[in-house]
């Protein structure tokens, strides 16, 4: 059992219960904070300046792997139009040339990696983005072949291959959909966010009216897509109790074998924010429509695979970010891709989306000089950590031992313990720790406790700067900076 020593009983139960109250506090004032779907967060990167070459990372992270295992991420970043909530990277293009010339760049790319990838056994492939599906059939066509010119057996090892869309563009371009469910793709991640006319115009997505929703889920229907990915946003402004439960109904009823909720999150460098235009608070009222949401999916057969995802067994699921989470590492390829290793999770460009950064990847993937520049050195307290915040839904401890996991579990028992008494949070005899329905709920509030002061500092750091500048902006502009409500870190 990885316990601490009994001489350390007294302050450990004070340290308990300083957490235990922290924990409860949150949870009475119905705290939420953003989904913790990565650690550290893309806040906490700063400049590597040289230190650390693709090679060496990721010969690194072979090394703390008995398993050789790997996600592909590919991004691509083009859009037809942004979301005000939307802080990815992302540009807005529709230009063809600049699409051809990118897709080649991105095969070199692969091709550049290949020895990276053949290292391992290639588990999933995820094209996201951006809005992917704007791509015609061709350059997925030279994709598909880059794949099987790296990784020729990849069809049979390959256990889920998916692509983000918008309902727009599979209404305009159904053929895409076609041929790439001919090409192996198994789910489509298809934005939907509300059904609530007023509410989609909110988010800033004209374009994705409650019709063309219904047809874009029709076509996929038609196409016999494996798994149709669907999400729901709570928190949009104006939206009510009554309008969430239309929305939950009614995408219930539509049925597709995997549906994500989430609270809405507004960071610094999304639109919403930097212009000062959308005012809200979180609201612990919120937490009323998850209870209605978890309590209609399940209803309706769904299980919930995360706090935010919800299944058809057997059918649905978010099959790389399942695997992600266990630890199994990401290779990230694509302007703005972000890799996750165990050694250093990295970018090998900016951070700020622009046609002018893309053209640098382009230019530099071109001629193969694509190198880290901004990451996060993860040392085996980070490593643990990683695991603490993403993975607690299911996680066998012991899995932490080879990154001394005993010698350190007073800075992470304590937390473990204040779950428990919580009811967050179960111990099973074997010490696997599973997340409770209350855990499943309150789990990114706990996820935080895990956070190092290192991360939340350099995650404040970045944050500030980003409010300072936006409110330079609105007072330019005459507008009020967005209110704000959060935990310990300002990362919103």
């Known amino acids: 059992m990885c316990r601490v020593p009994t001489s350390h009983t007294a302050a450990k139960d004070f340290h ?113 983005g951006g809005t992917p599906s704007l791509l015609s059939p061709k350059h997925f066509e030279q994709l598909f072949a880059t794949f099987d010119e790296v990784y020729p057996n990849w069809r049979s090892t390959v256990e889920e291959v998916a692509i983000e869309a918008t309902p727009d563009s599979i209404v305009k371009e159904p053929g895409t959909l076609e041929a790439l469910i001919a090409m192996g793709l198994t789910r489509a991640n298809i934005g939907i966010q509300s059904l609530v006319p007023a509410e989609i115009r909110e988010a800033g997505r004209g374009q994705a009216n409650e019709q063309v929703i219904r047809r874009a889920i029709e076509i996929t229907r038609e196409k016999q897509l494996p798994n149709l990915s669907t999400d729901l946003i709570m928190g949009f402004a104006g939206q009510s109790p009554e309008s969430w439960r239309h929305s939950v109904d009614e995408l219930t009823a539509l049925a597709p074998e995997t549906i994500s909720t989430y609270f809405l999150t507004v960071r610094p460098d999304a639109w919403f924010s930097k212009t000062g235009s959308y005012q809200y608070m979180w609201n612990p009222d919120l937490y009323e429509r998850y209870d209605y949401a978890n309590a209609k999916f399940r209803e309706a057969g769904y299980i919930q695979e995360s706090n935010v995802r919800y299944k058809k067994l057997g059918r649905g699921g978010y099959q790389q970010k399942v695997l992600t989470f266990h630890g199994v590492p990401l290779l990230g390829l694509g302007a703005g891709a972000r890799s996750y290793t165990s050694s250093v999770d990295y970018m090998v460009g900016s951070v700020k989306p622009s046609l002018t950064e893309v053209a640098d990847y382009i230019h530099k993937a071109r001629k193969h000089e694509l190198t880290p520049q901004t990451g996060f050195v993860l040392d085996d307290e980070e490593i643990i950590r990683k695991r603490l915040v993403l993975d607690t839904f299911d996680l066998d401890l012991h899995e932490l031992d080879r990154f001394g996991y005993r010698e350190k579990a007073h800075l992470f028992e304590p937390v473990l313990a204040a779950g428990e008494e919580l009811g967050l949070l179960r111990r099973l005899p074997t010490d696997r720790i599973q997340l409770t329905a209350d855990g499943f709920k309150y789990r990114d509030i706990l996820s935080w406790m895990f956070f190092s002061k290192n991360v939340i500092e350099l995650d404040r750091e970045y944050y500030e700067k980003l409010h300072q500048q936006n409110k330079r902006a609105q007072k330019h502009m005459g507008g009020e900076p967005i209110r704000i409500s959060g935990l310990k870190t300002t990362a919103v």
């Not at 040289?50 to 792997?65: M, T, V």
């Not at 592909?72 to 139009?81: A, G, I, M, S």
Request: proline fraction near 6%; charged fraction near 25%.
């Open 16 to 128: 308990v219960s300083a957490i235990r109250d922290e924990l409860a506090s949150h949870i009475k004032q119905g705290v939420i904070p953003p989904f913790n779907y990565a650690y550290p967060s893309r806040s906490a990167y700063r400049p590597l300046n040289g230190a650390w070459n693709i090679k060496d990372i990721w010969d690194e992270d072979l090394k703390r792997h008995p398993i050789p295992e790997l996600n592909l991420y590919l991004h691509v970043p083009f859009c037809r139009y942004k979301c005000g909530f939307c802080n990815l990277y992302t540009v807005i293009s529709e230009d063809m040339d600049v699409y051809d010339a990118y897709m080649d760049a991105l095969c070199t790319q692969i091709r550049d990696h290949a020895e990276i990838i053949q290292a391992r056994r290639l588990r999933t492939i995820y094209i996201g």
